[in-house]
């Protein structure tokens, strides 16, 4: 089966890749021929999600999924939350992203956080929406080189490592996105 992944996020992409295995042909914005940055004006993941996937499904006729996710901070009234990819705001840095929670979490004890992401399907004109959370805290310091965004300073609970420490196969099976696009997979077959 044919499906874009709406997004120009490259690491995200592999992500996905890596979950779904061979069963799905897994094409990017790009090789849609869409090289238009995606409308990301709401104030929910959920509404961004599906703005997302209904721009592409709109002006490119082709099944789609996007996503959208948040990191919610606990002692930050769940912050930065919807914002998270422009925390720092523009241009987009996940450097200044982390230094400024970092920051903000300077003498906090409370550092539970999770990562939430909502996925939003069009198939065949019709929506469907899945949810994946990985819950854990934010950690003082960076950690590790893998992954991308607040991924160095994200450790889920039970682990002693954070999510750049991991494997992307490990990171898979426990993270956020992937417990999202596990019930996208399920929906899917």
Known sequence: MKICFATNNTKKIQEVKAALGDSFDIVSLEDIGCMEELPETGDTLDHNAFQKARYVFEKYGVDCFADDTGLEVE??????????????????????????????????????????????????GKEHSFEGIADGEIISERTGTGGFGYDPVFRPWGYTKTFAEISMQEKNTISHRGKAVKSLIEFLK
């Open 75 to 124: 002692a930050l009234d769940g912050a930065p939350g919807v914002y998270s990819g422009r925390f720092a705001g523009e241009p987009r840095s996940d450097e200044r992203n982390v230094s400024l929670l970092l920051e903000k979490l300077n003498g906090q004890s409370n550092r539970r956080a999770r990562f939430r992401t909502v996925i939003a399907l069009i198939l065949k």
